[in-house]
């Protein structure tokens, strides 16, 4: 049987928060049976995990060995990650279907680093994602990319050399989005007289 283990210690340090991360992504629905576990997938330079809960999707890259196919999450604690290869004939969902068009003129793309500014910049744009949904570390450096066509209802991409993440936005009725607005407004203005206070100092 295939295993796939990552202990949290000073050599995997980076590696064990990205795994934890796309493990954060898989369903935690049991109705839901095949997307509360993960896709292993073989690349050039090792593997990549691919976890979804039909709201988000992750894929990273590691570089390590093991059989593709589908995986089971044994552990995933503080401490350890632990994978095992599952015995099920099940079929994953085909979640490149779900990455949106990264590139050209109907695309945002912005750069950054972490979940905060994920957060800002999308919702600068118009499109308000749930922050429980946007499984990235506060150091990890990405490339935001948001439809400019509809995209309070278009999927986000974040992408960086290693991370692929896929997140739908919260649909808001009205009131809220007027309410979410007007905060944005008022921080907006309360920069530019901070600013212009700076520049008549």
């Known amino acids: 049987m295939n295993t796939i283990e990552l202990n949290n210690d000073k ?10 991360s796309v493990l954060a992504c898989a369903s935690k629905d049991s109705t839901r049976h095949v997307i509360t576990k993960v896709l292993v997938e073989n690349n050039e330079d090792g593997i990549t995990i691919i976890a979804t809960d039909g709201k988000r999707m992750r894929s990273d890259r590691f570089s390590l060995e093991a059989g593709p ?24 969902p085909s979640y490149r279907q779900v990455i949106p068009i990264s ?5 945002y793309t912005l750069e950054g680093v972490g979940k905060q500014f994920v957060l800002w910049a999308t919702a600068g744009l118009g499109c308000w994602v749930d922050p429980k949904l946007v499984e990235l570390g506060d150091d990890e450096a990405v490339t935001l990319h948001i439809q400019k066509i509809d995209p309070k209802r278009s999927p986000v991409l974040v992408t960086n050399e290693t991370t692929t993440l896929v997140v739908m936005p919260m649909m808001l009725d009205h009131y809220w989005i007027q309410q979410i607005e007007a905060i944005q407004t008022e921080r907006v203005m309360q920069a530019m007289k901070e600013k212009e206070d700076r520049i008549a100092a």
Do not use: H, P, W
Not at 103 to 107: I, L, M, P
């Open 69 to 92: 196919g589908i995986y089971d999450i044994k552990a995933c604690t503080a401490k350890t990650v632990f994978l095992t290869q599952c015995q099920e004939e099940l079929i994953f």
């Open 11 to 20: 050599y995997n340090r980076a590696d064990f928060a990205r795994m934890k």
């Open 103 to 107: 590139s050209g003129a109907g695309v």
